[in-house]
RNA sequence: GGUGGGAUACUCAAGCGGCCAACGAGGGCAGACUGUAAAUCUGCUGACAAUUGUCUACACAGGUUCGAAUCCUGUUCCCACCA
């Protein structure tokens, strides 16, 4: 069935596919080549389990994958297990502590049910690095790091950075590039995807395998995707992201909030939209794109009824000042039990939505108040144990109702 | 191993004995304006408390003082330079 998919599609055409949204591809024919004579592909992405949530800047590189899925290739989905268990020094900001053997064990199945969102359950194997790693001795450890020069690791761009300016580089973080790249050997890989930041060291893993005498992979990066500031890279550091767990109203929330041209950013890499069908889209009205990109995105992850319902709510919402179509709810003989009124300012702190009695306090200040679309700031009104749902929002995007 | 420098709220970064819940910037939140946004302008941004009150906070533990983020002592951690 696979084989058949492969023949079906000539070289020149799968050619396209892989090369679509690209950043960089290193090794280029050796992927022809290999096309050429018949072969099917092993496809290479490793995976970091330390942080278990996935965000949309993921979904670039699986959409990747999964394109190669598509094509009839083999898909291998790795996952840094073992390196886990160490700890990754790469941050210059928060440094992580290593993580237990279970922690990694229960992280890779979280990120594993989220990658099976994008990726086809059926095509993808998975391995550990510890497979391997965990067997390796000190010696071989040693052997590995022959094939590597101080100089070499320096013209990695983020270590020419950090030497300059006296940031400090940890041993272990000049082998990780190794280790990775001792994951390519072992698993034979043709071509390995990463993001555009993973460039350095998916090309020692080629280096590694033509050194053993191994078919070097070819290096396939796609583009770091833009943040929701719409200036950063998408990261959970930077509290910009879109994550694969949000809500689908935060979800649809938060794709709104893009700039415009962030937007066209992630009908290419998110949606893989062509070029030409983008510049069709751009006639369109821009709060239109920007709807349907969210509507089509969240409907991708949670079901078209959801990405209609989203839709709906957040036109009712923003667009007509309307309330959303379903909210938390509270019933007043839980909250107020026996009372017959009480301050709107206790029924906010109540309510539980906000993280403080302070902040709910700002908010009436604020004058972001409503309770049945009427705007309140005195937060010692009394309101009476109502008879029929009472409805209280707190700026756009707070919205509970009372029913008694 | 030696010498110097540092540790302040979400982040960066002032403050160096009272006027400090702590300048300023970024971020976040809210309001106005809009096409959802972005940009712009304004306000808020430790907690608790029915206005000006209380509590907890400036690495940690003590001390000096009427009073300390600010001075002293010790501890921990970080950085640079020299070995």
Known sequence: MENLTIILMNVQEQLKVIQQNADKIIGLEDIEKRLARGKRLRI????????????????????????????????????????????????RSDTRPPLTPEEVKSNAKTYLEQAFLILDREKTIIRYNSEWLGKMSFGDMLMLTRSMTVARMLERDDFAKRYAENTP???????????????????????????????????????LQEEIGQEPQAVLTLPL??????????????????????????????????????????????????????AALKKEHPMQCKKDLAKRLVSRFFGDEVGKKELENFEAVFSRNEIPVDMPGFSWETLFPGKPEAKLIDILIASNQFATNSEARRALEQGSVKVNQIKETDGFSVIPKPERDIVVQAGKRKFFKIFG
């Open 169 to 207: 580089i940890s041993i272990v973080e000049f082998l990780y590039p190794l280790i990775q790249g001792y994951d390519s050997v072992m698993l034979e890989s043709d071509v390995e995807l990463g993001g555009s930041d993973q460039l350095f060291n998916n090309l020692v893993g080629r280096k």
């Open 225 to 278: 995707i833009v943040g929701l500031d719409g200036v950063k890279k998408m990261s959970k550091s930077y509290h910009n992201y879109i994550g694969f767990n949000d809500s689908s109203k935060d979800m649809f929330g938060k794709i709104m909030s893009i700039a415009d041209e962030t937007m066209w950013v992630y009908y290419k890499l998110l949606l893989l939209l062509s070029d030409s069908e983008i």
């Open 44 to 91: 290479k992405l490793g995976v970091d389990p330390t942080r278990p949530d996935l965000t949309f800047g993921h979904m670039v590189v699986f959409n990747k994958l999964r394109q190669f899925q598509d094509l009839g290739h083999e898909c291998i989905l790795l996952i840094g297990d073992y390196t886990a268990t160490i700890g990754d020094p790469s941050g």
